[in-house]
């Protein structure tokens, strides 16, 4: 590192790709994991989406080494690394815990890994001294982990990833310790930091709206399966099945049974008022949100979720249309987009 | 006043018993209280101070009495850590391996005690038993000065390593296993994850042992007793042994107090030591 604004070296010397083929894990009968397949590339930021307990952390520790796979293979720029020992993987993580020696002042706990890889002493002070200084963390070096803000503490597990050099990047649910204000306001943060270099990075949250904020692509994993992976504007525009269309969007689409056997999916923001035609509905109730109100109404298909640009009182009766474009269909017993 | 009366009722206990006692053992041993005086209390001002000063046996036994409680900890601090890490490792039979471990500390010292009489007896016990059917000279544990102490901290080992290693091994479940797999991640191997991050973290476990276990040890009475009564010749009594001596065979009660209190004060010092060094490696750290 030369000066304290390249971020280049907080990247492997070769561009590296991550590939996980037909990843599989069990844990006695019940599969944690079971076919995913995902390619990163050098520099691009995949997220890991979906609700708690459909394996997301478990992708990330198969790719750490920190469990082994029961199934398929993970390659790093073509190696397999399935059976590597994870202290040779060259893999960084921040664990949603931060995972800081709480013995050992900020300073030693980036310098710690430098120390048994066996860094000689005036590399590994000038390495914290620059990545302090690019986190704005150069008045906490000797401050212990417990004398920290949670977003101090975060930046200094972000530090010592970077130190790490890796080939992949991996980030677990860095930003659920942090209240909303602070998320957002380190989101552009991260993606600067991590994002665009040569290493892949895979990041793993449960909110959508992180997903979206951070990544190039997302996937989105339910029950141990990839559902789909894509930008988060295809996601948005043609998720692949109810699950999916469920996950991605807020406030949630609606779903409306079909007597034809398809699910008609309309999302509460393309919801428009109509003088003739569409739905008449009736206002159950409000949130009132600033830039729109979030409605309940009723409609002969069931309540619906709709987001209006004007001021409606609860009880107000009018018609709701749409456009066919906005119109999402799925088959109503597979769940898959038609 | 109200902070007063709250801790009131703690005061009372620790005045009850610490304080008094103490107050009481100070007042005895500035009197002569023995067979001479008729069992009766006579002031004597300094005079079981001065003969504890000058007392060779005295110093004999806090000799022998710190050897034991150094080595006999060392050794527990050492076996009860590996053990500690053994069985916080996930295997088969872990469980029952556990409650196995932690039997020697449930036995009574004297049932242990005299069982190890047994074993180490001479030319009877089974280890000189087996010893001759190889056809090898019998060994006189007990009857010898140096092997007398040697078994007695075989046997204080024997009992009290579960002890050392059932605290350590609530220490090692204090850990984070996150740490570790942060620690490899970066490259660090097991053997530098022990140094680096477990005995680092454990350190506070590790002092409430050490303190434990000093005060326990200093103060060995019972497993002495019974495994070589203090012989032979006085080469594994111990200060309590002496204390006692004094007071139930000689009957010089007051000097058995002076003995006591003796005893207490190189307690006080060896545990202030410890917690004098525990801040400044704190500090340090």
């Known amino acids: 590192m030369t000066t304290p604004t390249t971020i280049s070296t907080t990247t492997a010397a070769a561009p590296a790709s991550l590939r996980l083929e037909n990843l599989g894990r069990r844990i006695g009968d019940r599969a944690i994991l079971d076919g995913v397949n995902l390619a990163v590339a050098p520099g691009e930021c995949l997220a890991l989406l979906g609700p708690s307990g459909c394996g997301k952390s478990t992708v990330l520790r198969l790719i750490a080494g920190l469990d082994a796979p029961d199934a398929g293979r993970i390659l790093l720029d073509g190696d397999d690394i399935t059976e590597r020992p994870p202290a040779r993987r060259q893999v960084a993580m921040v664990f949603q815990s931060y995972a800081l020696y709480p013995h050992l002042s900020v300073a030693r706990n980036l310098s710690l890994g430098m120390e048994v890889r066996g860094v000689p002493r005036g590399e590994r002070d000038r390495e914290v001294a620059t990545v302090l200084q690019l986190l704005q963390l150069a008045e906490m070096g000797q401050r212990r982990p417990a004398e920290l803000s949670g977003g101090q503490r975060q930046r200094v597990a972000l530090a010592r990833a970077l130190l790490r050099r890796p080939r992949v990047f991996l980030l677990d649910e860095p930003m659920s310790n942090l209240d909303a204000q602070l998320r957002e306001e380190l989101r552009p943060q991260l993606r600067a930091i991590l994002c665009g270099g040569s290493a892949p990075v895979v990041y793993v949250t449960h909110d959508q709206q992180e997903a979206m904020g951070i990544a190039d692509r997302i996937a989105v994993l339910q029950d141990g399966r990839v559902q789909q992976c894509g930008t988060p504007q295809e996601l948005y525009q043609a998720p692949a099945n109810l699950i999916v269309a469920g996950f991605i969007g807020r406030p949630q689409i609606n779903l409306l049974p079909q007597p034809d056997g398809t699910v008609l999916g309309l999302r509460p923001e393309h919801l428009v008022a109509v003088t003739e035609g569409g739905l008449p509905v009736r206002v159950l109730s409000r949130e009132w949100h600033g830039a729109s109100q979030q409605l309940l109404v009723a409609s002969p298909q069931g309540e619906l979720r709709w987001t209006c640009a004007g001021n409606l009182s609860i009880g107000a009766e009018l018609r709701l249309g749409w456009a066919r474009e906005h119109e999402h269909r799925f088959v109503q017993t597979t769940g898959q987009r038609c | ?285």
Do not use: C
């Not at chain 2, 103490?22 to 002031?43: C, H, K």
């Not at chain 2, 009489?117 to 000189?128: A, E, K, S, T």
């Not at chain 2, 973290?201 to 434990?212: A, K, T, W």
């Not at chain 2, 111990?238 to 009660?253: G, I, P, Q, T």
């Open chain 2, 1 to 285: 006043m109200s902070a007063l009366l709250l801790m009131a009722p703690a005061l009372l206990l620790l005045l009850a018993v610490f304080v008094w006692p103490l107050l009481d053992y100070a007042w005895l041993s500035l009197q002569a209280q023995s067979v001479f005086t008729g069992l009766q209390p006579e002031p004597v001002g300094l005079a079981n101070w001065q003969r504890l000063l000058a007392d060779g046996r005295f110093w004999q036994d806090a000799g022998q009495t710190l050897r034991f409680a150094v080595v006999s900890v060392g050794l527990e601090l050492v076996l009860g850590l590996g053990f500690a890490l053994l069985l916080h490792q996930r295997w088969r039979g872990r469980g029952v391996v556990r409650t196995l471990t932690l039997l020697p500390w449930a036995l009574p010292t004297t049932v242990m005690a005299l069982g190890w009489r047994w074993i180490f007896n001479d030319p009877n016990g089974p280890i000189n038993a087996l010893l001759q059917s190889l056809g090898l000279a019998s060994v006189p544990f007990l009857a010898s000065p140096q092997l007398a102490w040697q078994t007695t901290v075989l046997a204080d080992v024997w009992k009290t390593t579960p002890f050392v290693a059932l605290l350590l091994l609530a220490g090692l479940q204090m850990i984070p296993a996150d740490l570790y797999e942060a620690f490899a991640l970066e490259g660090g191997s097991p053997w530098q994850s022990l140094w680096r991050v477990t005995l680092p973290l454990l350190r506070p476990y590790i002092f409430i042992v050490l303190l434990f276990r000093l005060a326990q040890a200093l103060g060995v009475f019972d497993l002495v007793v019974v495994l070589t009564g203090g012989g032979p010749a006085s080469s594994t009594e111990s200060l309590a042994v002496y204390a006692y001596l004094n007071a139930m065979r000689f009957l010089d009660f007051g000097y058995s107090a002076t003995v006591m209190l003796g005893m207490f004060v190189l307690l006080l010092i060896s545990s202030a030591g410890l917690l004098l060094l525990q801040r400044r490696v704190q500090v340090r750290a």
